[in-house]
């Protein structure tokens, strides 16, 4: 079977640094992506890992190390628009994805 | 990166209808698929639109409950047949062209009531 694991909450201030961490165990793996998804919102594109090693877009950072079946999320500065939900998902060549249950980030003043 | 239109954005219907959902994306695509979210919970797939062929469906997930077509590269539908109010969810199509980004775009959602 296919498996995904990431914690289900975290809070952080607004400014701070947050990593959310991300698990799996699945068959043909072929990457890993992060979405973001606000109450009420279509889950929104943020990264993607294909490759071990980190992937930078602005504020947002991902890592993946298939050796250890394991990513993380990095957000820094954080804001607080960046509270949501975030989702880790595994690809396999076909494209479709299996999400994680999701890490609700509340950002704090 | 494709843009993708859903209709419904939403809909309250009784026990036993059925209710069909489009999705339409802008640009031809390779893979179409369809999620639900279940109220505070994650995306579950449903299935793999194939153009011009039977969607292949995952585990716990039928044709006789889902029906789904593809007649193109840009358009899918669902429906979602003789509804209970488990069926009450956010129902999303997305798009997938692999690429040098490897992104799957989501629709905005429908999200069904049943009563």
């Known amino acids: 079977g296919q498996s995904l694991e990431q914690p289900s909450e975290v809070t952080a201030v607004e400014g701070a640094i947050v990593q959310i961490n991300c698990t799996y165990q699945?068959?043909?793996?072929?990457?890993l992506s992060w979405y973001q998804q606000h109450d009420g919102g279509a889950p929104t594109f943020l990264s993607y890992n294909g490759l071990d090693g980190l992937e930078e877009t602005g504020r947002f950072s991902s890592f993946l190390s298939r050796s250890d079946s394991y990513g993380y999320l990095l957000l820094q500065e954080l804001q607080m628009k960046d509270s949501a939900s975030y989702f880790c998902?595994?690809?396999?060549?076909?494209?479709?994805?299996?999400f994680g249950q999701g890490t609700t980030l509340q950002v704090k003043p | 990166s494709a843009v993708i239109s859903q209709k419904p954005s939403r809909d309250i219907c009784q026990r036993g209808t059925s209710l069909t959902i489009q999705c339409q994306v802008d640009s031809q695509v390779t893979m179409m698929f369809w999620y639900r979210q279940q109220p505070g919970q994650s995306l579950t797939l449903i299935a793999t639109a194939n153009q011009g062929s039977e969607a292949t469906y995952e585990s716990g997930f039928v044709i006789d409950k889902f029906p789904i077509s593809r007649p193109n590269l840009t358009f899918s539908t669902l429906t979602v047949s003789n509804m209970s109010p488990e069926d009450s969810s956010i129902y999303l199509c997305?798009?997938?062209?692999?690429?040098?980004?490897?992104?799957?775009?989501f629709g905005p959602g429908t999200r069904l009531t049943v009563l």
């Open positions: 699945t068959s043909g793996f072929y990457g």
């Open positions: 997305s798009a997938y062209d692999r690429g040098l980004t490897d992104t799957q775009y």
């Open positions: 998902a595994v690809s396999s060549n076909t494209g479709k994805l299996i």
